[in-house]
């Protein structure tokens, strides 16, 4: 018995720790419904949620959580792992932290694939899942990239890239020089940006430049990498889990920008069907920050859902 009580409090103490490492803050009533922001990455940070959007959607009536995952953003650590259980404990530390029985999840971009997994294997800590330009199928968003810019230098008659696009294509969809050289072609056209954003998200946007808590975030250049190293799950598709998920009848719910260049009308025809028309918002003048591009929105389907799933 003594030796029993000994471990758990080893791994009660591991928990507490890893929790109390990580940047983490909280906006509004902890008496309201419980939502935890899940940040994209590898490498990346809460911060711009933080900064935006978090105490926004706490005044709708909510408790809202963001945190930063360790060896990320603000949560730095340069012994981290950066995979996928290192993520769940860290999110299994902010429900303790916070004394939570259950949340919501905001999974966003690579937080969507820590979001689903982990309603998988905490049911009953997940009331809901919401996927915020969240990944569903890395291989079918890599496809899009390399389809979507091959169109672009067609049209430009650029042989060059056309020529390296084809030298992709043979690589190992596994491998960390694959990922990486989709992703460059994505970012060197704008994949993650909105060319023509709205009034309100320019306003957002002209408030990078100024903003202490922005300007504080230096991103974590090595991370994916690192990810790669110690993950064998690289290359994934949580659709199974998703259906899973919605045959357990658990809430679902999305977001996506209609701009937003990691994904095809398809790949969100798709999500419509598996979780229902009326749970998915497909986004004009929105690309992949949603939260930004089309704000109001996105706190309106959220209050709306969520006040419904509780």
Known sequence: MKILFSIL?????WSAACSQAL???SFGNPKHQPIIFLHGGPGSSSVYFEATTAKLLADKGFFVIIYDRRGEGRS????????????FADLSGIYKKYNLRYASL?????????????????????RAVVLCSALISQQKSYETILSKTRTIYEQRKDTT?????????QLNPRSFA???????????????????PDHLAKRIYATYKTDTLINSYLRNESAVHTFW??????????TPILNSLRNANMPIFALYGKQDGLYSDEQVS?????????????LDRCSHTVFIDQQSLFLSALSTWLKKAK
């Not at 730095?76 to 993520?87: G, H, P, Q, V």
């Not at 971009?109 to 800590?125: C, E, V």
């Open 161 to 169: 890239n056309l020529n390296e696009l084809t030298a992709i294509a």
């Open 9 to 13: 409090l080893i791994l009660f103490g």
């Open 76 to 87: 730095k650590d340069s012994t981290a792992k950066l995979n996928f259980n290192e993520a």
């Open 270 to 282: 798709g999500l419509k069907y598996l979780i229902g028309n009326s749970n998915v918002k497909y």
């Open 178 to 196: 694959y990922r990486t050289l989709v992703f460059r072609h994505a970012s060197a056209n704008g994949f993650f940006t909105l060319s023509d």
């Open 106 to 126: 905001i999974g966003f971009s690579f937080g969507g694939l820590i979001a689903t997994q982990y309603a998988q294997m905490h049911p009953g800590m997940v």
């Open 23 to 25: 940047y983490s803050r």
């Open 229 to 238: 190293q110690n993950e064998n799950q690289v290359n994934i598709d949580v």
